[in-house]
């Protein structure tokens, strides 16, 4: 099972939105619903943003929110602010009834 | 809610084998699946398998079936990640993460604090 494709960075001012997409294939994001979103900072396990595509887990700000159109997923970060300078990782139940994630998203707050 | 604590750091020589634990508080162990993720140093995270909690039965992810082996000590609410014959590039933090789909949500929601395992002569 190949990784999820993610782009290595993005980046926005503080106050923008800016979108992290994911892209999967038939055998993952296209056939399930089963997309999570993690935020990871330095030094720190990855903490749970999104699941099920655009659920928000208890305590997770309303700025984040997720979407998916076929085989690739979306992560969207209205209203940037310094502290979600971060890596994102997307995952994804597959197929073969295990779990793949992406290689990752540096998020730069400019 | 629950809360994983892993074990410390472990140094170990090339061909070695290491064990690390990850112990669950605030929750039945076995109510809820385990996976383990691994994370080498400036890279991303990466999918090592999973463990039935209330079977045992582990599902190990393609390439890390051999030398890898999950196990459970119900008794003291503990999970275990045991790495024979390591090699350099074991080097990595590993992470476990509890798995909801036995009660049919699938996403991983809380993790383990981590445990850098590093391999070096």
């Known amino acids: 099972q190949s990784a999820l494709t993610q782009p290595a960075s993005v980046s926005g001012s503080p106050g923008q939105s800016i979108t992290i997409s994911c892209t999967g294939t038939s055998s993952d994001i296209a056939t399930y619903n089963y997309v999570s979103w993690y935020q990871q900072h330095p030094g720190k396990a990855p903490k749970l943003m999104i699941y099920h595509v655009n659920y928000r887990p208890s305590g997770v700000s309303n700025r984040f929110s997720g979407s998916k159109s076929g085989n690739t997923a979306s992560l969207t970060i209205s209203g940037l602010q310094a502290e979600d300078e971060a890596d994102y990782y997307c995952?994804?139940?597959?197929?073969?009834?295990?779990?793949?994630f992406g290689g990752g998203t540096r998020l730069t707050v400019l | 809610q629950g809360q994983l604590v892993q074990s410390g750091s472990e140094l170990k020589e090339p061909g070695a084998s290491v064990k690390v634990s990850c112990k669950a508080s605030?929750?039945?162990?076995?109510?809820?699946?385990l996976n383990w993720v691994r994370q080498a140093r400036g890279q991303g995270l990466e999918w090592l398998g999973w463990i039935n909690t209330y079977s045992g039965n582990p599902t190990y992810a393609q390439g890390f079936t051999g030398r890898f082996v999950f196990s459970l000590d119900t008794s003291v609410s503990t999970a275990y990640l045991q790495i024979s014959s390591l090699r350099a590039e074991d080097t990595a933090v590993y992470y476990c993460?509890?798995?909801?789909?036995?009660?049919?949500?699938?996403?991983?929601?809380?993790w383990g604090n981590g445990t850098t395992v590093t391999v070096s002569s």
């Open positions: 995952n994804s139940y597959t197929s073969s009834s295990t779990w793949v």
């Open positions: 993460a509890r798995d909801l789909r036995s009660r049919g949500s699938y996403y991983m929601d809380v």
């Open positions: 605030g929750y039945i162990l076995t109510s809820h699946g």
